[in-house]
């Protein structure tokens, strides 16, 4: 299916979301470092990384394989943007198992990263079966941490990135600038590239930016060309 996207004319980037990582298929690795219009970016939701709470939250894989599997798209896909999604203050979730996962995103670094405290959904396994027993306090000072530990990452990524041409898509104006994206970033959720120029360009529209500065969670730039 992505490789018949890919053929389509007209479709300029294909962007792949919630990959759920147990058993993830070689051929969409292949397809993404084969295919030009396959971003390089990857929404894959490891919610954990400690195999107690991976076994319990009934994931399909473990540790090893999880980092294996990290290991394998940066070096198959080079440039790869990985987003996840992290669940803290689940059932029997101990001060040993949220140290693990915060050394998971010291150690991956990841791009992208949203985290969540945990909470009982009506139907769901955990909620008829297991015992809500992390308090709530604990899941807001897990949740702080994590964040705290993600916006330093994500602010050192940016600077990385800062002098580099990368092709953005435009989504809007705000005042002095265009708002855009680039190719390692999802609407609404990801970074934004701010655009400085008096250009009037509409939203849909694909430009060439030099990144000029970054922050925590935003990028800066000007058109690379006239």
Request: aromatic share 8%; proline share 5%; net charge negative.
């Amino acid at each position: 299916l992505l490789r018949r996207l890919c053929r389509i004319e007209g479709i300029r980037w294909v962007r792949l979301h919630y990959a759920y990582p147990a058993h993830f298929p070689d051929d969409v690795i292949g397809a993404m470092r084969d295919e030009e219009k396959i971003c390089p970016y990857l929404d894959i939701p490891f919610q954990h990384i400690s195999d107690a709470q991976l076994r319990s939250m009934r994931r399909g894989l473990d540790r090893a394989q999880t980092y294996a599997l990290i290991d394998r798209l940066r070096r198959e896909v080079p440039g790869i943007a990985l987003r996840t999604t992290l669940l803290v203050g689940y059932p029997g979730e101990s001060e040993a198992d949220f140290a693990e996962l915060l050394e998971f995103v010291e150690k991956v670094r990841f791009e992208r990263l949203g985290v969540f405290p945990y909470s009982e959904e009506e139907g769901t396994y955990s909620a008829e079966h297991l015992r809500d027993d992390v308090p709530e306090e604990v899941k807001r000072r897990r949740v702080d941490a994590v964040m705290a530990l993600q916006n330093r990452i994500s602010r050192e990524n940016n600077l990385r990135r800062v002098g580099c041409i990368e092709e953005a898509i435009v989504d809007r104006r705000e005042g002095a600038f265009l708002v855009g994206r680039t190719r390692c970033d999802s609407p609404e959720v990801d970074t934004e590239i701010l655009i400085e120029t008096d250009r009037e360009l509409a939203p849909g529209t694909f430009l060439r930016v030099i990144v000029t500065d970054a922050d925590d969670y935003d990028l800066y730039g000007r058109p690379a060309e006239r």
